[in-house]
């Protein structure tokens, strides 16, 4: 089984209770099925749920290269320079990323409004990134851009190799019979 959930922001990639956040439990009733991969309480977008452990462990594990499409809201304009640093690796400090597609996009009009909104401050414009990496470290999108001077305002996971988000409000989920390429 394979289930593709929109999580929303501020909820925990995970079924077991931590703190005051949200978990998959409240959302998700299905036994036995567990995130291939995670998301970050901050991040909003698609999780890859299954039963699966080869197909989990093929999409949340950095060897095996899957590709994921982030689409980031950053502070500042990045100019060629950020975008050519972040499409040739970055020196995170405990790692070198892999170069990583990057574009400068428009915000996307079908994006759902984040609840609570971000910080909006008036004197400091933002730029909408499509970031698609191949492996997938701990806030990785988000130490990217920090680490060329465009920190990671909102960040959404559009996509994990063949499936997206596209179609699923924040909160829902539904099955896959797509399978992994």
């Known amino acids: 089984m394979i289930f593709l959930f929109n999580k929303p922001y501020g909820v925990l990639s995970q079924f077991s209770p931590e703190g005051s956040h949200k978990t998959l439990k409240e ?96 004197s400091i414009p933002t730029a909408w990134m499509e970031i698609t990496i191949s492996e997938g470290k701990n806030r990785q999108v988000r130490r990217m851009t920090a680490k060329v001077g465009h920190p990671t305002l909102r960040l959404v996971r559009y996509s994990v190799g063949p499936w997206n988000v596209s179609g699923l409000s924040p909160g829902e989920y539904q099955p896959s019979s797509l399978p992994l390429e």
């Open 27 to 122: 959302f998700i009733p299905i036994p036995g099925i567990y995130p291939a991969g995670r998301l970050d309480a901050d991040s909003e977008g698609l999780l890859v749920l299954t039963d699966e452990g080869k197909l989990q462990h093929s999409l949340s594990h950095p060897k095996t290269k899957t590709e994921k499409t982030y689409l980031a809201q950053v502070e500042g304009e990045p100019d060629a320079s950020a975008i050519e640093s972040l499409e040739g690796g970055v020196d995170l400090g405990d790692f070198v990323t892999r170069p990583a597609k990057v574009r400068l996009i428009e915000g996307p009009e079908w994006l759902w409004e984040r609840n609570p909104p971000i910080r909006y401050r008036q």
